[in-house]
């Protein structure tokens, strides 16, 4: 069992905690990332976190994770949520498993970020919890490696509907 878990963060996130605090919280980046690596290491699990505002960089690292011995992503992508198919097919060539976490509830907002690239490659998806959907998150990804976890992420779906 891998016990190494990243989370990846998509552009902006970097401004937590001073952008649109009426959305996205007053928490910091640097504050999610600190209480995630707590919790994780008090379960026994390392728990590494990357940010970029690029879209190269994201899938730079993620085709890293299966040599880097990684178990399972969470992921963030932010606006790339609703534009990146290269991103998706990232996490399709990886083949591992993924949480998809939004602190907003996207499905409240702007009809544009109602679409996800990446919800039917996800084990699951979890959004409008603000920061307590990464630790929610977390916690699935930790009970699910216990468990044995899936050995990849599902299949990408050829339903349009």
Known sequence: MSK??????????????????????????????????????????????????????LIDHIQTAPAAGVGFIILNPAAYTHTSVALRDALAAVALPFIEVHLSNIHRREPFRRHSYFSDLAVGVIAGLGPSGYRLALQAAIESLRAGGPAAAPAASTNKG
């Not at 401004?15 to 209480?35: C, F, H, M, V």
């Not at 379960?43 to 505002?53: D, P, T």
Request: aromatic share 10%.
């Open 4 to 57: 190494t878990i990243w989370v990846i963060h998509g552009p902006n996130l970097n401004l937590l905690g001073s952008r649109e605090p009426g959305i996205y919280g007053t928490a910091t980046l640097a504050q999610i990332d600190a209480d995630l690596a707590k919790f994780g290491s008090d379960q026994g699990f390392s728990v590494e976190s990357f940010q970029s505002n690029h879209e190269g960089a």
